[in-house]
């Protein structure tokens, strides 16, 4: 019996070089055309938050002031993700193409791609490629220019209002909300900021129309879905993969066949066990303890010989270094939960202490003011959970 | 006029005199010292008339803006859980008995200095690192032994 493999798909990364085509197609087009094909796509941020793409286009075109900008974020530091490098080497030219059209609809005469520091090696082949996309907007008369902004290693700056704070020469630290970005992001002005991943799609809905991108996918998970898979896995990689997968399915082709956990959504992710493989669906839809599933694309598979003491350990030590130290909860927190585990592992502490620090990092999920502080919980909670003995003994 | 001074003053040029040039300022200076100085954090200051303070509080926040002297080639050996999973350790033992050196020492020579770092983006190739700006993947023991090996080379006929 052969099993049903899942279906791999090829629409991010095909190799096509109709940018001009595409552009002066979509140009043709009313604002609202646009914003309708893309809200009507069901096009939601592929940088985990999930926020509607359309909407936030629209929302950015009507403020009324004398300079906007988009900005792609590719400062990908989650643990277990490197699509956005994958996408930035093979197909930037969609990337360029989405902000272009994310400009002209919003009035943006300036964007930028926020590139992390590890990722630096990337910069000659991308200013090349954007060197040539200048020279076509003259063509096509777009008065827009993008540059590339290096970051230098901070996980917080993926945090969009963290990133516009390193942009203006400040410490990556998360500005309360709202103002949202759409209405006072980089300097202050209204600003459309989106994954990279995010931009490659719209290229693909601004050439297939929007009703081919929603035939893929599931209820509000709409398009299809760029993981990045590692961990205990014969075969690790980038694959795209239609929203609306059982884990189930996703084990059974990408996992080594003792697959005891899988990490859903990177270190700030949650982290399902065997017994729940079955139950859990991946998009945004994907219902985990009441949350949905944050859907960066990170697929970390853990098979039985390791032991997710370390794992999580690992996390917190993550966690500990990336905390910007702005707001105490998440300080404090993922200091107090590192040392937390540590004690109890040693025997310093009985079990019942592990109680207690769920306690803590759920009071972090709601203190915290950003959505790193916030999310440790997601993967501390889902991992002492459904592994308590194996944080004991 | 300093070397410093005149390096900052370029970069200033290059880069233009506010607020936002800080970052790439900064790391150009990185770039070209490997690591910002006190001197060149008050030049910095001054051409782009912010308190030094400001421009300390951000070098120190960002881990790839070193404010303590390293070596010439700076190795990031990716820790996160992926990499540590395949065999980081391991990577970190050969590179401690090849330079000489533990984890967080730069070499005599001033040539290699050995870090970790969180999350490089290669998880599927892990282990990995960076020397200075360049990846490199799927590591053993062996091929690291021989990365090493070719940076020494580079450096015998630079001198």
Known sequence: MTKKQLQRLDLIFKNEHDIEEILTKTFSKSNEEIINDLISSGLKGRGGAGFPTGLKWKLASEEETDSKYIICNADEGEPGTFKDREILSRVPHKVLAGMAVCARLIGARQGYIYLRGEYVFLRPQLLEVINEFHQLLDKIGLDFRVEIFLGSGAYICGEESALFESMEGKRGEPRNKPPFPTQQGYKSKPTVINNVETLAHTYSIFKYGADKFKDLGVQDSRGSKVFSVSGDTPIPGIYELEFGMSLQKFVDDFADGDAKAVQVGGASGFCVPRKKFEKTVIGYQGKLRGTSLPTGGSMMIFNSSRSMYNVLHNYLDFFVEESCGQCTPCRVGTQQLLLGIEAVKKGDQPSSYLDKLMELAEAMRITAKCGLGQSVANSFSSIVENFKEEMIY | ?159
């Open chain 2, 1 to 159: 006029m300093t070397e410093v001074k005149q390096l900052v003053q370029d970069l200033a040029d290059q880069f233009g005199r506010s607020q936002e040039s800080l970052l790439p300022i900064l790391q150009g200076i990185v770039t070209k010292e490997q690591h910002i100085s006190e001197d060149a954090m008050i030049e910095v200051a001054r051409e782009l008339n912010i308190s030094a303070a400001h421009v300390y509080g951000t070098a120190t926040f960002y881990s790839f803006l070193n404010t303590k002297p390293l070596g010439k080639y700076v190795i990031r050996v990716c820790k996160t859980i992926t990499c540590m999973m395949h065999g980081k350790n391991q990577i970190i033992k050969e590179l401690e008995a090849v330079l000489k050196v533990n984890l967080g020492e730069t070499t005599h020579d001033g040539k290699f200095t050995l870090l970790e770092t969180n999350c490089l983006g290669q998880c599927h190739k892990g282990p990995a690192m960076l020397i200075n700006d360049t990846p490199y993947t799927e590591l053993t023991p062996d091929k690291v032994r021989e990365i090493i090996m070719m940076y020494r080379d580079k450096e015998l006929r630079v001198n």
